[in-house]
């Protein structure tokens, strides 16, 4: 059977009132001994007794809250290794078990989270995205080994500043890293991996054009705002290869569509030959259905075809006058350049088709019309060509839409094909140019075609 003991207020009540009344005696008994005028002596002796017997009263108490103290200091300063022994006292004891817990939960948490970090960091340093962490001075706090590599040979580069890092980099990926903007852009394979102020001259003219993906996070920590810069290579995930693997099904996919529906076409035009004279309305409604779904399945088979067989870019002199009238008519926009005078040869038909595409976008995407403007700049260096901008001030992509938007059959519309861009990209760089696309500070997207004259 366990014994009850008396809380520790109560034991604190009791031992005060003891040390007031043996402190009374003993004054009371000095005070009887030597008569009235020992008063004084007896009350120095009574407050001296009475502060002995509470000192040794309250002994057990004093050092468990020091003690606790000292733990206290310890979780300010993240050690969690310190413990609290027993008093004999049950109250206290529980106490000192409720830190001992708490200590041992931080410790383990501790450990938990090191843990965690560690393998976090294996992660991030393992992964062939480029990842960069900055502080608003721009200064690099946190680079992976991808980044590392990429920027500075595999060289640490923590500490360094980013204009610092980019200054001899590729002009487009150097570019894409100072601004604040989000989207795709493209750069030379070869040049994505050198240093040497000659990049720059390759970063159009080589064949081996590597797409990447840019996007942005801040968030605020210890007070102090960070930047996220985060690079995908979009390359590798649908190479030249695999766009041709899928052009050769949808080849075969459109010929067999074909000739299923030739016969039923032609049967339907039968059909009504045969029955004009019956009047039957109902077969005539059968006919008009099985015509027009036959129509739309061949409008939706030719805009896939357009894809898989596009032919090799007839390029000529272009004239520009008649192509800005004639691509007007279609879709407004506002010129905001003059037309340039650069001796360039174009397919005018993909090329009208390419911007009669992104004009098409810039107007579904909530944007204003007389904010759609189409923009022409002569370049002569590092290569001679032209840029063609696109503009609008609609609702944008988000950094998912942009990563993907120019892979075959990714479409966020509801009757959407998902082969206009890619059908976009396939011609500018059937020309031997490259496009990229990111979203604008003050909203909308942007999006730049490089044709380059030779």
């Not at 031992?15 to 003993?26: D, E, K, M, P, T």
């Not at 008994?29 to 002796?45: D, M, N, R």
């Not at 944007?367 to 923009?375: H, I, M, W, Y």
Request: hydrophobic share 40%.
């Amino acid at each position: 059977m366990m014994r009850k003991t008396l809380p520790l207020r109560s034991k604190l009540v009791l031992g005060n009132l003891l040390s007031l009344a043996v402190s009374g005696l003993c004054g009371w008994g000095i005070w009887f001994s030597f008569g009235p005028e020992q008063l004084w002596l007896a009350i120095v002796v009574s407050a001296g007794i009475c502060f002995l017997i509470s000192m040794r009263l309250t002994s057990t108490l004093s050092d468990s809250l020091s003690a606790l103290e000292v733990g206290l200091l310890n979780f300010k300063d993240n050690e969690f290794s310190v413990s609290l022994h027993g008093y004999g006292e049950p109250q206290l004891d529980s106490i000192a078990d409720l830190y001992n817990q708490a200590s041992e939960k931080l410790r383990n948490e501790r450990q938990f989270i090191y843990q965690r970090e560690l393998m976090l960091d294996k992660v991030i340093q393992n992964s062939p995205n480029i990842m960069l962490l900055v502080d608003d001075q721009q200064r690099i706090i946190y680079a992976n080994d991808a980044a590392r590599h990429l920027f500075n040979q595999g060289v640490r580069i923590e500490g360094m500043l980013l204009a610092e890092l980019i200054a001899e980099l590729p002009r487009a990926l150097r570019q894409a890293l100072d601004s604040e903007h989000e989207g795709l852009f493209s750069i030379n394979a070869d040049s994505a991996s050198e240093t040497s102020d000659d990049s720059n001259n390759d970063d159009i003219n080589n064949d081996d054009i590597e797409t990447w993906h840019i996007s942005r996070g801040k968030f605020s920590q210890n007070n102090q705002q960070h930047h996220l810069i985060l690079l995908k290579q979009l390359t590798k995930e649908l190479n030249r290869q695999e766009v041709a693997v899928w052009k050769k099904v949808i080849r075969i996919i459109s010929h067999e569509l074909n000739n299923s529906v030739a016969p039923i076409a032609s049967m339907v035009n039968s059909g009504r030959v045969l029955t004009k004279n019956l009047e039957n309305d109902k077969l005539a409604l059968i006919f008009d259905t099985i015509e027009n779904r036959t129509a739309h399945l061949s409008q939706f088979i030719s805009h896939y075809a357009e894809f898989a067989k596009l032919p090799l870019p007839r390029k000529a002199l272009i004239n520009w006058d008649n192509f800005i009238e004639q691509l007007a008519a279609q879709y407004p926009f506002d010129l905001l350049s003059k037309l340039p005078t650069l001796a360039i040869e174009l397919d005018g038909v993909q090329l009208e088709q390419v911007l009669i595409n992104l004009l098409k976008n810039a107007h579904e995407s909530g944007a204003d019309r007389d904010k759609v403007s189409l923009l022409i700049q002569e370049i002569k260096h590092p290569a001679e060509g032209i840029i063609i901008t696109v503009e609008d001030n609609g609702s944008g992509m988000s950094s998912e839409v942009l990563s993907q938007a120019l892979l075959p059959f990714y479409s966020t519309k509801q009757s959407g094909t998902g082969i206009g861009l890619p059908l976009c990209r396939e011609i500018v760089e059937a020309h031997g140019g490259h496009i990229t696309m990111q979203n604008r500070t003050e909203g909308g997207l942007s999006v730049k075609l490089w044709l380059p004259k030779e």
